[in-house]
């Protein structure tokens, strides 16, 4: 059936992909880990790793998980690092083992760590060591078995520092001893097939608790193809030079940098900590970076910190921006300085993540989310279900071999977001124009975006309301100029001694710092519906 966008496409993009040209997603990195070999797969701290030695090192790891820890297929074991050598090699090793994994923000707190071991059912975590403190005041009240902490200078040796595990863990075992256990053990094989889970990846809920998203390995793969068919000539396998400082535990890093990247022979150059932009940049500066990912408050950065428009950037092919809508300002500076403007996508957790992407082939910057990727369909509907006309707008409802199996444990919600004909629906509005080209406009949900990151208000209302001195609370998305939207809460006090200091303080025990509000206002009494729902809309305008 002939699409609107299709007359859009590059001309190397086909309309559909293969969703099964592998059987798994293991299969996939090992041949490419065979086919590259001696390639530099990543880099970090100015240490470097060779695809053959990921391969050989993710071996002994899965061994030992296999061998020592009883992981078998389908298990969930729990990933809770930064952007560090051990991250692939730990990622490759629980996917040898036929394991799920489960991505953690290792920034999380102690009420969303708990949450999220126990909804997964974890009793295996891999975790780095600056995060145990938090896992310690948890472990009790989870399944949690096997504790593996890693540290940064772990497969680096360059004597780097980290915090040591938690005093309160029990028999914590090294990262390195566990491969080093699992060196003469034998890794049984594993039969994989595409249904089969591979991650579990977290989303905010609108209920305050998150939600796992169960992607499947044919989730992944099909949506690797669909990159690589959009971004066609611009890869250069074997060649390719990416920036890594996007976490890799979120679902656009993991998906593009992590394995499309591990499969087209590129070099990952791992930023642990992007905020340190005066480091970012120098180390841009000792590497030939032919490709960037990162989110729109990541790029302006970058662009404001001193002697980054001094790099050259003659090999820089492409940028790719997601998380959260690129700004036309950000994109005209980042062409100014780098000769390249930013090619943005859209996707979610639920969707591995890419559902569109602007054309490759554009020279320009295009204000728009782009068009549908190869064997996506993209249907905008009105609250009842009904296809909108042409050029109104709608629910952006999706359909492809990228949307994910539905909520771990959780059919309530996912027949909550699924449509009777197999569509998923995003929660955000979307137009269509003439062209074929798709621009987000509004959203359905009540959700935040800061820095990339989703934040729902009402995670956020959970915990204040949990305040004996707040009578109510709203919280809302306001503006910002760094992180593109922040977290804003009015407050009915129930008690006139509570303060702003007091509420942030409470709210940095229960939450990541992204989702703390930003912005504290007391407010007399909340605009409500005559049935008594708090009409947010109105707050935006006080």
Partial sequence: ????????????????????????????????????????????????????????????????????????????????????????????????????????????????????????????IVVFSGSTETLAEVVSHTKIKNVIVTTLDDLINLGLPSP?????????????????????????HVDITG????????TGGTTGLSKGAMLSHRNLVANIMQFECCAGDYINLGEDVVVTAIPMYHIFALMVNTLSYFKFGGTNVLITNPRDMPAFVAEWSRWKVTVFTGVNTLYNGLLHTPGFADLDFSSLGFSVGGGAAVQKAVSDMWKKVTGKHIKEGYGLSETSPILTLNPFGMKDFMSAIGVPAPSTDISLRDDDGNVVPEGERGE?????????????????????????????????????????????????????????????????????AVMPEVLECACIGVPHKRTGEAAKVFIVKAEQSLTKEAVRAHCKECLTGYKVPRYIEFIDELPKSTVGKILRRELRDV
């Fill in 164 to 188: 040591p595990a938690d005093p309160g863990l029990t028999d914590p075992i090294a990262f390195t001893d566990a491969i080093a256990s699992g060196h003469d053990a034998e890794l049984e």
């Fill in 195 to 202: 249904d089969d889970l591979i991650y579990l990846q977290y």
């Fill in 396 to 464: 952006l409802c999706a359909k492809g071999p990228q949307v994910m199996k539905g909520y771990w444990r959780n059919e309530d919600a996912t027949k909550a977001v699924m449509t009777d004909d197999g569509y998923f629906c995003t929660g955000d509005i979307a137009v269509m124009d003439e062209t074929g080209f798709f621009r987000i406009v509004d959203r359905k949900k009540d959700m935040i975006i800061v820095s990339g990151f989703n934040v729902f208000p009402n995670e956020i209302e959970a915990e204040i």
């Fill in 1 to 124: 059936m002939s699409k609107p966008w299709f007359d859009q496409y590059d001309s190397w993009v086909p309309h559909e992909i293969d969703a099964d040209a592998y059987a798994n997603v293991v299969d996939m990195l090992l041949e490419a880990g065979e086919r590259f070999s001696d390639n530099i797969a990543y880099s970090n701290f100015g240490a470097t790793m060779t695809y053959a030695e990921v391969l050989d090192l993710s071996r002994d790891f899965a061994a030992y998980l296999q061998n020592k820890l009883g992981v078998a297929k389908g298990d969930r074991v729990a990933l809770m690092a930064p952007n560090m050598m051990a991250f692939p090699v730990a990622m490759l090793g629980i996917l040898r083992a036929g394991g799920v994994q489960v991505n953690v923000n290792p920034m999380y707190t102690a009420r969303e760590l708990e949450h999220q071991l126990n909804d997964a059912d974890v009793e295996t």
